[in-house]
């Protein structure tokens, strides 16, 4: 079985950094997934992991750690269109990405 | 330039009909996906194939079928429509079955009464 937590919702304001937390528990893990939803559109990819440490990609950035089961995703100079939602997956070995349920972040001025 | 695509965008059918939900992509990817969102729960798996002739279920496969008879097409059938299977539905496409991004279609969203 697999179980993919992350916090429902986050706040935050621009030109801040927020890290969102995804902790993991699954059986032949084969790669940590961050995607980015708008409100009424299609999931986009952010980053990938698939071995310890840290990832980074313009404004953001993404650790693993797999002896822990864990990963963040971090934003750096938060603008408002960073308000989405984002969903942690984990690649299953000989199945698919199975989902978190994903962090809303709100983002003020 | 390559994409993936769904249709309808949205359907509202009736308790007990068949729909299905098509979905289409042309980038020659051997792996796709159906996924379910609501809200509380996320994204679920319903159905994958990792090419044609394969199908396998996902975690909430119950009530839904799927079909790969080419590499571009992956239909969603609901075969009795219930009020439960009221969604938004996505489909998803990966090259290859592991380390591999998964594009996303712009989802159907499916109202059952």
């Known amino acids: ?109 | 330039d390559a994409e993936i695509t769904q249709s309808p965008r949205h359907k509202i059918t009736e308790t007990g009909r068949q729909v299905t939900l098509a979905c289409h992509q042309t980038w020659n990817h051997n792996n796709m996906f159906w996924y379910r969102q609501d809200l509380g729960h996320g994204l679920r798996l319903i159905h994958y194939s990792y090419g044609v002739q394969d199908t396998n279920k996902g975690e909430v496969s119950d009530g839904y079928s799927v079909s790969r008879s080419n590499t571009e097409d992956l239909p969603l059938t609901l075969e009795s429509a219930a009020s439960s299977q009221t969604s938004v539905y996505f489909c998803a496409s990966a090259p290859d079955r592991a380390q591999e991004t998964q594009y996303f279609g712009p989802g159907t969203r499916l109202l059952v009464l």
Request: charged share 15%; with cysteine; aromatic share 12%.
């Open chain 1, 1 to 109: 079985g697999q179980n993919i937590d992350q916090p429902t919702e986050m706040t935050a304001t621009e030109g801040a950094i927020v890290q969102i937390n995804c902790t993991y528990q699954t059986s032949g893990f084969n790669g940590l997934f961050w995607y980015q939803q708008h409100a009424g559109e299609a999931p986009t990819f952010l980053s990938y992991n698939v071995l310890d440490g840290l990832e980074e990609k313009g404004r953001f950035s993404s650790f693993l750690s797999r002896s822990k089961g864990y990963s963040y995703l971090l934003l750096k100079e938060l603008q408002m269109k960073d308000s989405a939602s984002y969903l942690c997956a984990v690649f299953q070995a000989g199945t698919a990405l199975i989902f978190g349920k994903g962090t809303t972040l709100s983002v003020s001025s």
